[in-house]
């Protein structure tokens, strides 16, 4: 079976398959969202397949399925800054299943990867004041998928956050990590913008990770 060149993917989430078998679910610039078989990926270990690793690797297509593999798998970044740090760590979790939810399979935005792995290296990055980060990532995702809100198209979703929600949609990235939120206010922001999203993609954008956040943040 023929073997494309090598290309960069984002993880989203993984479904075993068998015993050591991995169904990596991605994003990538030229597959947009799709499912790619790791046959030995269990064996070999898992830490290559976390949420939000970004990686590189070559496509082998499979001309009796649609299901193609992935081989000759390395990291493109340690993203050290994210998995040393629990509260990142979770974040990731949340993030990657937002992108996982909200993407339907083919997907393929034009520069949604791109936002995507610059988005996932700021966070890295952040070594500080990085607790709202989520809540602003949820306004940026919806820009990059073309519907970037305004307070009014997020007011029938906000309710009492509104005025909350005003600098994440309006304000400076600088300014909305140092904006000082309670655990319940940031639950609620990200409750409110989830169904701002679900409306516009028509879909129900049901995120079981932010039951964790919720507990991280209360």
Request: charge should be negative; charged fraction near 25%; proline fraction near 5%.
């Amino acid at each position: 079976m023929p073997a494309r060149d090598t290309i960069e993917l984002i993880v989203l989430s993984t479904t075993p398959v068998g015993e050591n078998a991995l169904v990596v679910h991605t994003l990538s610039r030229e597959w947009g969202r799709r499912g790619f078989l790791v046959p030995s990926a269990r064996k070999a270990g898992t830490a290559r397949f976390l949420p939000l690793n970004i990686l590189e690797a070559q496509v082998v297509e499979n001309p009796k399925s649609e299901l193609w593999s992935l081989r000759n798998i390395t990291p493109r970044d340690a993203l050290s800054g994210i998995r040393d740090n629990i509260h990142k760590n979770t974040m990731s979790l949340f993030l990657a299943e937002v992108l996982l939810r909200t993407l339907k399979e083919g997907t393929c935005e034009e520069g949604l990867f791109e936002w995507c792995v610059g988005s996932i290296l700021t966070l890295n990055a952040l070594e500080a004041d990085f607790y709202n980060y989520h809540i602003r990532f949820l306004v940026d995702f919806a820009g990059a998928l073309g519907f970037r809100p305004t307070l009014q198209d997020v007011a029938p979703f906000a309710g009492e956050q509104l005025e909350r929600l005003r600098p994440f949609v309006e304000g400076r990235f600088e300014e909305c990590m140092l904006l000082p939120l309670s655990g319940e206010n940031r639950n609620a922001l990200c409750e409110a913008l989830l169904k701002y999203l679900s409306y516009h993609t028509d879909s129900n954008i049901h995120v079981r990770s932010l039951q964790v956040l919720r507990e991280l943040y209360r």
